[in-house]
């Protein structure tokens, strides 16, 4: 029995569906780990498929893919002696039945097997319909020491963890796919404390890092000893490979060394910032996108997209285009150039007028003797729509949609105009949130940003009232509350799933109230069609918030 373990976190960002590539990101860090001298080597949950992989596993070639994998792993590593163990994570099928597991690899061999137990079937997470419970697990013997094995969901709630613990359990160490969302960093710290607690065993998390359509994984990988004080935490946002040393006490109990790495985490607008910034990224490289291309309006909403895309994948990979209309002021255009020019991009004007006229030409007859309303202005946004596309089309850089989540809660988006993209940076942000976000770039450059440093947003664009430009002297305010108002409305009625009578109750004017609803509740169809989009809040449009299009409840009286 060892008094020591050398244990190393292996933060990855796998492709979900790239069996061969994550194979080689694998192996790769256990090279490294190698070389700094580790025992184990523990990755996130789900690697070698990425994660999640959805109805990938229901492939039985997918799933003989992981096989074949796992057979060159363990032929890699089989030939360096005295190598580091493995706990590689991965769809594994054991009797015609798909567990999310975790394999124990000693030089060149599996020599265990743990499932997850606790699947989880929540917001964004679907397991049950594809893996089946493991049962309760038990530790693993490695070099003398039991190890726990919990995955992900196991140490959400007590009951894995304390069966583990009552089985002798001395260190827990953990594989996750835990994503982004707003000070969820926090809540892992403190629920991973609190397994701490109940057992007095150090536990050692490790989270996955990258984009995954919607989802971010922040990493942020930590350990902490058995009192619950930090022993190594990892950086956020970034991949890496590092062994800290594990010491077994006189009084049995195991401590992390003094001298390993404690990064800190950033929180708050740096951390959704850099979510927003990895998420875009990831989307655009792992699907093979020269750039991405965005309709710059002078107002506020692009030029935060633009500011992101900037950040994720630099100047030459970002196309800016103004699209003039009869309504577009000269502060918009001016304010759109400024933008381009601090975020040191080009930027064309395409103007929409010859476009508005032929269709005016070609509606006439249809629209006679009605006079102009929504539907002309739902022209120009479709106008500019077919732009970007035709733009994608020919150069083959992805439209990135710039709408927020108060516009799309409400509807205040056009269908095949502003809506048409392939992913929208902003979608699960409010307003008033992309607000404090423009503050928050023009005084800080992110860690890892690709694009300026200092001010990047011109003042204008952040004080200016919102417009869509679509009419003459047309306010955002015009048809909706103001947006510190309309947003704790929202708040309240999408994360809180408040009713009409307690978001009443907290202040707000009853009138109000009901008629955001309806709006919202109306706007469903909308929200069906639209591109993915980074999550930040718990419950972001799409996974996390089911409701149908056809919808006889109003909750107008309660």
């Not at 492939?59 to 057979?71: C, Y």
């Not at 917001?123 to 190890?147: H, L, T």
């Not at 450059?445 to 440093?453: E, F, Q, R, S, V």
């Amino acid at each position: 029995m060892t008094n020591m373990l050398a244990i190393a976190i292996a933060q990855l960002n796998p492709i979900v569906g790239d069996v061969t590539g994550n194979r080689d990101k694998v192996v790769a860090a256990w090279e490294t780990a190698a070389d700094q001298g580790a025992d184990i080597v523990l990755y996130s949950e789900l690697v070698l498929s990425g994660y999640p992989p959805e109805d990938l596993v229901m492939k039985p070639a997918f799933m003989r893919h992981l096989r074949d994998a796992v057979d060159t792993i363990c032929s890699h590593t089989a030939k360096r002696t005295n190598g580091p163990a493995l706990l590689l994570t991965t769809p594994w099928d054991i009797d015609g039945t798909r567990f999310n597991a975790v394999l124990l690899i000693e030089q060149g061999k599996i020599v265990d097997v743990r499932a997850k137990q606790d699947l989880p079937n929540y917001g964004v997470f679907d397991e049950k319909r594809v893996f089946a419970a493991g049962p309760m697990p038990e530790p693993i013997s490695f070099k003398g020491v039991k190890i726990g094995v919990p995955i992900c969901e196991d140490v959400w709630t007590p009951h894995v963890v304390a069966h583990l613990a009552k089985a002798g359990t001395e260190i827990f160490l953990v594989p996750n796919g835990s994503p982004f969302e707003a000070d969820k960093g926090g809540l892992r710290r403190q629920l991973i404390a609190d397994r701490v607690g109940e057992t007095g065993a150090p536990m050692i998390y490790c989270n996955e890092v990258g984009g995954q359509d919607e989802l971010v994984f922040d990493g942020g990988s930590f350990g902490l000893n058995g009192d619950g004080s930090l022993g190594v935490a990892l950086p956020c946002f970034a991949e890496g490979v590092v062994t800290s040393n594990w010491v077994k006490g006189d009084d049995g109990t195991w401590a992390c060394a003094s001298d390993a790495p404690k990064a800190a985490h950033p929180t708050g607008l740096d951390a959704i910032y850099q979510t927003l910034v990895l998420g875009l990224r990831d989307y655009v490289n792992k699907n093979g996108f020269p750039g991405v291309v965005i309709g710059m309006s002078g107002g506020i909403d692009s030029a935060l997209s633009a500011a992101v895309a900037v950040d994720a994948l630099g100047s030459d990979r970002v196309r800016l285009v103004m699209m003039p209309s009869p309504y577009t002021s000269a502060d918009s255009l001016e304010d759109a150039e400024l933008c381009a020019g601090m975020l040191r991009t080009g930027i064309e004007s395409i103007n929409i007028g010859p476009a508005m006229g032929a269709f005016d030409q070609m509606l006439a007859p249809a629209f006679e003797g009605r006079d102009p309303d929504i539907a002309e202005e739902n022209i120009q946004a479709r106008s500019r729509g077919m732009i970007l596309m035709a733009l994608s089309n020919k150069f083959g850089h992805m439209v990135l949609t710039t709408g927020n989540k108060s516009e799309m809660s409400v509807g205040y988006a056009t269908l095949y105009g502003d809506m048409c993209g392939g992913y929208s940076v902003l979608k699960d942000l409010y307003k008033t949130t992309v607000f404090d976000l423009c503050h928050w770039r023009n005084e800080n450059t992110p860690a890892g940003a690709m694009g300026p440093d200092g001010m990047v947003i011109p003042e204008r664009i952040i004080t200016k009232p919102p417009s869509a430009e679509l009419r003459p002297d047309q306010k955002d305010e015009d048809s909706l509350p103001p947006y510190d108002v309309l947003d704790d409305i929202l708040h309240q009625m999408i994360e809180g799933e408040r009713s009409v009578r307690d978001i009443v109750d907290s202040g707000h004017d009853e009138a109000t109230v009901r008629r955001v609803w309806r709006l919202l509740d109306r706007a469903e169809y909308k929200r069906r069609q639209a591109p993915p989009g980074v999550k930040i809040t718990p419950r972001a449009f799409g996974r996390d918030r089911r409701y149908p299009i056809t919808n006889g409840f109003t909750n107008l009286v309660t």
